[in-house]
Nanobody
Framework: VQLQASGGGLVQAGDSLTLACEVSGRTSSTFVMGWFRQAPGKEREFVGFISWSGSTSFYPESVKGRFTISVDNAKDTVYLQMNSLKPEDTAVYYC???????????????WGQGTQVTVSS
């Protein structure tokens, strides 16, 4: 399984940005797609997950209502739509694939390379 994340960049506070994660070689081990982020000096933080059916998703309070994850099964691509961005959202964002729903990094087996999101105030 290979994951390719893209779409990061430099934006201003209040702006929106959409990240994409293209997945190659989907199997049963890629049942759930998660997004995480890691700021310098901090642990990797859970941002949300979605099942490929789209029927199950979950977000932490820190991004709920601002971030939305969606899937395009025809393109084997998962998207992270981020609205009302804040400077504290600045981090490297990673997509990950796992066999079951989970909010911790250790439960995800495959990872993309990460894409930098910088939000200026």
């Amino acid at each position: 399984v290979q994951l390719q994340a893209s779409g990061g960049g430099l934006v201003q506070a209040g702006d929106s940005l959409t990240l994409a994660c293209e997945v190659s070689g989907r199997t049963s081990s890629t049942f759930v797609m998660g997004w995480f982020r890691q700021a310098p000096g901090k642990e990797r933080e859970f941002v949300g997950f979605i099942s490929w059916s789209g029927s199950t998703s979950f977000y932490p309070e820190s991004v709920k209502g601002r971030f939305t994850i969606s899937v395009d099964n025809a393109k084997d691509t998962v998207y992270l739509q981020m609205n009302s961005l804040k400077p504290e959202d600045t981090a490297v964002y990673y997509c990950a694939a796992g066999p079951h729903i989970a909010t911790t990094p250790r439960n995800y087996d495959s990872w993309g390379q990460g894409t930098q999101v910088t939000v200026s105030s």
